[in-house]
């Protein structure tokens, strides 16, 4: 006698859905209650999580790199955990490791700090490569593999990872490999005048962002409702066109004689993605070229890269990548 199927998941009605929405875009507010401006990197935060992707944030020390991710957590009452990454950092000290124990005189395993939903990975360009590509598994397969045994972990989970684009020494950049596991890049830019003055008005009425509750942070959404608007960013109509939009978009990179690598097919399927949760945040269930070119920097940038010849030019690859967009028809 055979056992019948597991059912498949129901996917969320469209109140369900308006109810994600409404709650994610609560977020932003109570985001700000901490973080004053940086309204795209709030956003793609948001959009990281959607998408079950990660995150790249990228700006000089002190533009609340760390603030905001750590804000974003208690908004949506998820777990976070933060690395600080070192030059001294092991691949175990990150996934957990084996352990002997006396009382069993047997070996099991302790987790590590990527066990948990938000991963915070600060300066993640301050560890050696082996290191960093240990968040490789974690990052695309959502498991760790220790001593030849898997291990899942939670759901959802995503690494937010930050870096300092000033300082070189000591630092160990990227790889190709790694950085095409984030889903996007934000660059967090130092904040205009009105809003240094409103961080300083904070500060001088007594905020303390080690002490967001006292702030008034409270979460505003739950892991319930991430899992609705992934669901329903997954079910976001794209048209043919769009799609053809986007491969064109790719492929434009791939001949431009100013980079050496141009957008890969994942990265075609990144900026599909990442539309898509655009939209739906939106509240469209379909994607417009718009979209496409709105998430266009922020998913595709950091997957280029400049010929030798292209650097020292003083070539920018924002600058590529706007021609690259602009070679391309725009479908009606």
């Known amino acids: 006698m ?5 059912p498949p998941a129901t996917p969320p009605s469209a109140p369900q859905s308006a109810q ?3 709650a994610l875009l609560r977020v932003r507010a109570e985001v700000g209650k901490a973080v004053v401006g940086q309204d795209a990197a709030v956003t793609g935060l948001l959009v990281a999580l959607l998408c079950r992707g990660h995150i790249l944030l990228e700006g000089v020390p002190g533009v609340a790199k760390t603030l905001l991710v750590r804000a974003l957590s208690q908004a949506l009452d998820v777990q976070t955990k933060r690395v ?8 175990g000290d990150l996934t957990g490791s084996l352990v002997f124990d006396a009382r ?5 395993f302790r987790h590590g700090p990527v066990f948990t939903n938000v991963l915070l990975a600060d300066e993640i360009n301050r560890t050696p490569p082996k290191t960093q590509s240990a968040l490789l598994e974690a990052m695309e397969e959502r498991q760790v593999s220790v001593d030849g045994t898997p291990h899942a972990l939670p759901s959802p989970f995503m690494v937010a990872a930050t870096q300092n684009p000033v300082e070189y020494e000591g630092t160990y950049p990227l790889p190709e490999a790694q950085l095409d596991r984030f889903l996007l890049k934000v660059t967090l830019p130092l904040p205009p005048r009105e809003d240094e003055v409103a961080v300083l008005r904070r500060h001088a009425d007594g905020f303390d962002p080690r002490d967001l509750g006292a702030a008034g942070l409270e979460p505003v959404a739950s892991a319930s409702d991430l899992e609705a608007g992934a669901d329903a960013v997954r079910r976001v109509e794209v048209s043919d066109d769009v799609a053809g939009y986007v491969v064109d978009i790719a ?3 791939r001949q431009s004689p100013s980079l050496s690598l141009g957008v890969s097919p994942r990265g075609a399927t990144a900026l599909m993605s990442t539309a898509r949760a655009w939209a739906w945040l939106n509240g469209r269930d379909y994607v417009t070229p718009d979209d496409v070119k709105a998430l266009a920097h922020a998913t595709l940038a950091h997957r280029l890269a400049l010929r030798p010849e292209a650097e020292l030019e003083g070539v920018d690859v924002s600058a590529v990548l706007d021609s690259a967009l602009g070679s391309v028809p725009v479908p009606r």
């Open 2 to 6: 055979t056992e019948n199927p597991t």
């Open 84 to 91: 600080q990454f070192t030059p001294d950092l092991m691949p």
């Open 104 to 108: 069993t005189s047997d070996f099991t």
């Open 20 to 22: 994600a929405r409404e």
């Open 251 to 253: 492929r434009a990179t």
